[in-house]
């Protein structure tokens, strides 16, 4: 009976190492989807609560809010006339809108930039699978090569651009670092626009990493 109760057991680990083995990694969209989710998720959450008075959760996050201000003054120093302090003490009622913006824009570039790292495992199966779908459209000839440059480039360029703009698009489009008060769903441009740099990121390291497969 033992003899049996092991031999299951063993089986049963087998089996589990084979399917985490044969487990394809993440494609590049749920990466994607998973970053966009925790963003998006963080964000509408702060946007919803910090604003309402009379709720345990609205003091809750205007105590994080308050509590993270330093390592957010820190993380948007690069914000024009934002600097230190700016985003500081809003324990006060209603909570101050431009601390909860830069609060959110800090967690959603700290949500990409962790989502970007943890993924670094799969940028070869991204590349391979790139390459495959080069190949198969291009075959031994020499354009794959430029495409693949050519997208490198394009997803590089779409990542910055996506990030400059978050940054200081007010300055060029207002003339105003951060001009409030905004509508609610204005302040959801922060996940949009991070999403859409780490979803640039991803498709940047696979072309980046690109070797052709036949």
């Not at 003054?73 to 809108?97: K, T, V």
């Not at 031994?140 to 978050?166: H, M, Q, Y």
Request: hydrophobic share 50%.
């Amino acid at each position: 009976m033992r003899l049996c109760s092991r031999h299951w057991r063993v089986r049963h680990a087998q089996s589990v190492a084979g399917l985490v083995a044969s487990a394809e990694p993440p494609t590049i969209g749920r990466t994607v989807r998973l970053e966009a989710a925790l963003a998006f998720g963080y964000s509408l959450i702060v946007n919803q609560f910090a604003d309402r008075a009379d709720s345990f959760t609205a003091r809750a996050i205007r105590w994080w809010i308050d509590t993270t201000a330093a390592g957010v003054d820190l993380l948007m120093f690069l914000i024009p006339g934002q600097q230190a302090g700016s985003g500081s003490h809003i324990s006060e009622q209603p909570a101050d809108e431009i601390a909860v913006y830069r609060h959110v824009l800090a967690f959603c570039f700290l949500i990409a930039t962790v989502a970007f790292l943890a993924t670094k495992r799969h940028w070869a199966a991204w590349a391979q699978h790139q390459s495959a779908a080069l190949d198969r459209a291009f075959g031994n000839t020499d354009p794959k090569w430029s495409v693949a440059e050519f997208g490198a480039r394009i997803t590089t360029l779409g990542a910055a651009a996506s990030i400059l703009l978050l940054l200081f698009g007010d300055v060029w489009i207002y003339g105003s670092p951060l001009p409030f008060p905004q509508p609610t769903w204005l302040l959801l441009r922060a996940p949009l626009l991070v999403t859409l740099a780490y979803a640039c990121a991803c498709r940047a390291v696979a072309f980046r990493l690109y070797r052709p497969l036949v």
